[in-house]
């Protein structure tokens, strides 16, 4: 079929096509269903003597579509003649071939369509569809019948082909320039084939920065590594480097491996699958850039981790309503492939498996489609890419998600509350900037040990600030500040606090 389709990133502008065309009015792009604007077709010739003069390119958007964003790239050819004989006109092959070829190219795009519309066809004589479509119907007949109001609350059911649940098993804090990996941080470490063995931090670890660099973190018998992200490789057979340190996720032992003399020798350190993404300068760590709780990425390999739930989209029940299959991840899933400058949608199987392949959802009957047009049960959880050299760049996954209605008020507003998850943060000195790991509450609840001192904590971004003034010693005493995934926030005080007191944050009930 002359047809493929995407989803958006936020990021990326290009999307390639395959099929032959003849020129720029035969592709068609429609963006959500309607006619994109905004964007360029750039061919890809197929060579002279060609009879096709194009054997596919890409469209190029001048604004990156987003991650709602759908995008449908296709074939239409004009049904009319490209050549008129004359009677008494000589017949050039090369010129009758190019027109024969049209015409099937022509055909072939009409048998497409039919079939699209006999499949539809049967999606109608379908008695489960029928009847879901009928349940509906009834289902919002009766709410008129009462007197109801018909809103977009009762009419239309939330999509729930999206997370519900991630675990937040690595816990990291950046404090004055060093990154933390706090106790009780659940590591997953590749250790033969189909084999992985967890880890849970017994003990804070601490590690200072020592170049200017985008660094990948990893946890290795009770001290972290540090290795530059360009550097970080994945596959069956040893990378060539150019640099000292580098590592290597063996995927035909599952094993990773490091080396700290240019890949003359990979030594195996118990090392785990990547904790975390971070900025590093000589001067320190300035930012945590994403944490691998339920995902993540290492050279040309994506993983999951255990304890991730979705659902799956699976039709509609017969009033009409979404019926999705529920799943959580047992073990580790990785997968790897050398896809080159390329993005596309991240998903998981109900069976387990992950993989990255290029899938739309069919909102009429509640199924993810590849582009064949065959179900598989995947669940869309995120977007990848990757560049020109087949290392993944990126893995962003969807939010994790409840399905409700928007009239769930309560439910909604439960999201924002503080939760009963939570690391404990490293207290540096008064007025050290740190970063917000997820949306949440920082507070700090202590004793002071001298009088007439004041404590606070201020949100850098917004502006928020919560001080007390300490009168006299002895006394308890505790603030807190609401914070955003990523806002820095501060922490100001003038007297000493006795042992035993808490710097903490509290994941809100939609983070955890």
């Known amino acids: 079929m002359n047809k493929v389709s995407y989803m958006g990133n936020g990021e990326i502008t290009e999307f390639d096509f395959r099929f032959p065309f003849y020129e720029n009015n035969n592709v068609v792009v429609l963006k959500n269903n309607k006619p994109a604007t905004g964007y360029t077709i750039v061919r890809v010739s197929a060579g002279d003597g060609s009879d096709i003069p194009y054997m596919g390119g890409k469209v190029v958007f001048e604004i990156a579509p987003l991650p709602t964003d759908s995008i449908v790239i296709s074939r239409k050819l004009s049904l009319s003649r490209v050549v008129d004989y004359q009677p008494l006109a000589k017949i050039e092959p090369e010129l009758l071939n190019q027109d024969m070829n049209y015409l099937m190219e022509?055909?072939?795009?009409?048998?497409?369509?039919?079939?699209?519309?006999?499949?539809?066809?049967?999606?109608?004589?379908?008695?489960?569809?029928?009847?879901?479509?009928?349940?509906?119907?009834?289902?919002?007949?009766?709410?008129?019948?009462?007197?109801?109001?018909?809103?977009?609350?009762?009419?239309?059911?939330?999509?729930?082909?999206?997370?519900?649940?991630?675990?937040?098993?690595?816990?990291?804090?950046?404090?004055?320039?060093?990154?933390?990996?706090k106790s009780g941080s659940k590591v997953y470490v590749p250790n033969g084939i189909n084999k992985f063995n967890t880890i849970v931090v017994s003990s804070d670890v601490e590690i200072r920065a020592l170049a200017n660099r985008t660094t990948v973190l990893f946890?290795?018998?009770?001290?972290?590594?540090?290795?530059?992200d360009k550097y970080c490789f994945s596959g069956p057979s040893a990378p060539t480097v150019q640099v000292d340190v580098a590592v290597w996720y063996d995927t035909e032992n599952n094993v990773i491996k490091y080396t700290d003399n240019s890949g003359n020798t990979w030594s195996e350190n118990n090392i785990s699958l990547p904790v975390c993404i971070a900025i590093e300068t000589t001067a320190g760590f300035t930012e945590i850039k994403q944490v691998f709780n339920g995902f993540g990425y290492i050279g040309a390999s994506i993983f999951a981790l255990p304890g991730v739930k979705g659902l799956i989209p699976n039709g509609r029940n017969t009033?009409?309503?979404?019926?999705?299959?529920?799943?959580?991840?047992?073990?580790?899933?990785?997968?790897?492939?050398?896809?080159?400058?390329?993005?596309?949608?991240?998903?998981?199987?109900?069976?387990?498996?992950?993989?990255?392949?290029?899938?739309?959802y069919d909102e009429v009957r509640?199924?993810?489609?590849?582009?064949?047009?065959?179900?598989?049960?995947?669940?869309?959880?995120?977007?990848?890419?990757?560049?020109?050299?087949?290392?993944?760049?990126?893995?962003?996954?969807?939010?994790?998600?409840?399905?409700?209605?928007?009239?769930?008020?309560?439910?909604?507003?439960?999201?924002?509350?503080?939760?009963?998850?939570?690391?404990?943060?490293?207290?540096?000195?008064?007025?050290?900037?740190?970063?917000?790991?997820?949306?949440?509450?920082?507070?700090?609840?202590?004793?002071?040990?001298?009088?007439?001192?004041?404590?606070?904590?201020?949100?850098?971004?917004?502006?928020?600030?919560?001080?007390?003034?300490?009168?006299?010693?002895?006394?308890?005493?505790?603030?807190?500040?609401?914070?955003?995934?990523?806002?820095?926030?501060?922490?100001?005080?003038?007297?000493?606090?006795?042992?035993?007191?808490?710097?903490?944050?509290?994941?809100?009930?939609?983070?955890?």
Not at 160 to 166: A, P
Not at 388 to 398: A, P, Q
Not at 495 to 511: D, H, K, P, T, W
């Open 366 to 512: 509640n199924i993810n489609y590849n582009v064949a047009g065959s179900d598989n049960n995947w669940a869309i959880v995120g977007v990848w890419s990757a560049n020109n050299s087949g290392v993944i760049t990126s893995v962003r996954t969807k939010n994790s998600f409840h399905a409700v209605g928007y009239g769930d008020k309560d439910f909604i507003a439960h999201q924002s509350m503080p939760s009963d998850s939570y690391i404990d943060l490293t207290l540096g000195a008064s007025g050290t900037q740190y970063t917000a790991p997820a949306d949440g509450y920082v507070f700090l609840r202590g004793q002071t040990t001298v009088a007439g001192k004041a404590y606070g904590i201020t949100n850098e971004i917004t502006g928020m600030r919560n001080q007390i003034r300490v009168e006299n010693s002895g006394i308890d005493f505790g603030v807190f500040v609401p914070v955003s995934v990523g806002q820095k926030f501060s922490v100001k005080y003038e007297g000493a606090l006795a042992s035993g007191y808490m710097f903490r944050f509290v994941f809100v009930n939609g983070a955890r």
């Open 219 to 228: 946890y290795s018998d009770g001290v972290l590594r540090c290795v530059d």
């Open 106 to 181: 022509t055909l072939k795009d009409i048998y497409d369509e039919l079939s699209a519309f006999v499949g539809q066809c049967k999606e109608l004589a379908d008695n489960n569809f029928v009847n879901a479509l009928i349940g509906r119907l009834d289902y919002l007949n009766k709410i008129i019948k009462n007197g109801g109001v018909l809103t977009r609350d009762n009419a239309v059911s939330a999509i729930t082909n999206c997370l519900t649940f991630i675990p937040q098993d690595i816990k990291i804090d950046l404090n004055n320039g060093n990154l933390i990996l």
């Open 319 to 360: 009033d009409g309503t979404l019926k999705n299959t529920e799943f959580t991840t047992e073990n580790v899933l990785i997968t790897t492939r050398n896809l080159q400058g390329d993005s596309k949608p991240l998903l998981l199987r109900r069976d387990g498996v992950i993989n990255y392949l290029t899938y739309s």
